[in-house]
């Protein structure tokens, strides 16, 4: 079965530190999101990606992050500049479809950042 | 933001189907029922999602009020590794899925 993959599965850095997390979405999924889940926390959202573009973004993306899909099958997240308010889970997903033919998104296994 | 409203938590004996509430009173035409689950150290999980008729997959039910005001997620025979958080999604036309606290189902052996 098809499934999204993230890498690495746990990563520490330092404050102040950039840091990029990939991921590998369902080949032929267009849609494209970045979560992020704080220890015992809900699940947030932080960006969606469709197109080549963002499509939506919370207050928690602000300009420290960015998305990038630099080769047609990698999905990028990246923190410039690294805050221990970073540390979280961060879940990568990919959905295949929209609007009137809107399905589930698939979510990966997630990376653990560790900002010290 | 919160559009759905679940128990906090509940518990099942395994192998026993389990009903899994959620009202959603402010739903508009256009908003899709979607279900997720988080398995523990998991990231979360597609289950199932309905618009109005009731939906069947090999994971689960999902049964919707005549009104759309409130949905019953069903497991027919739950199972130790169905324990989870279940979280009741509403989706419009815009892309983003967000998340509430969810129900914390709880399987007893």
């Known amino acids: 079965e098809p499934e999204v993959t993230q890498t690495p599965s746990h990563q520490v850095t330092q404050m102040g530190q950039e840091v990029i997390l990939r991921c590998v979405p369902i080949?032929?999924?267009?849609?494209f999101y970045w979560y992020r889940q704080i220890l015992g926390q809900k699940v947030e959202f932080l960006v969606s990606?469709?197109?080549?573009?963002?499509?939506?973004k919370s207050e928690i993306f602000d300009d420290q992050f960015s998305v990038e899909r630099p080769d047609g099958s990698n999905f990028t997240l990246k923190i410039r500049s690294t805050k221990l308010e970073d540390s979280a889970m961060y879940f990568c997903?990919?959905?295949?479809?929209?609007?009137?033919?809107?399905?589930?998104?698939?979510f990966g296994q997630g990376t653990r950042l560790t900002v010290v | 933001d919160a559009k759905t409203t679940q128990p906090n938590s509940m518990e099942s004996n395994e192998e026993e189907p389990v009903h899994l509430p959620c009202n959603h009173s402010?739903?508009?035409?256009?908003?899709?029922i979607h279900w997720y689950r988080q398995l523990p150290s998991q990231g979360p999980e597609y289950v199932i999602h309905?618009?109005?008729s009731n939906v069947n997959n090999r994971m689960a039910s999902l049964a919707i009020a005549e009104d759309r005001k409130s949905s019953t997620l069903i497991l027919h025979r739950a199972t130790l590794r169905d324990a989870a958080v279940y979280y009741c999604?509403?989706?419009?036309?815009?892309?983003?899925?967000?998340f509430g606290k969810g129900t914390r189902l709880h399987i007893l052996p």
């Open positions: 309905g618009l109005t």
């Open positions: 990606f469709y197109n080549n573009e963002i499509s939506e």
């Open positions: 080949s032929n999924h267009l849609y």
């Open positions: 999604i509403l989706r419009d036309l815009d892309d983003k899925i967000i």
């Open positions: 997903a990919s959905s295949e479809g929209e609007g009137p033919f809107r399905v589930g998104a698939f």
């Open positions: 402010t739903i508009s035409g256009t908003d899709y």
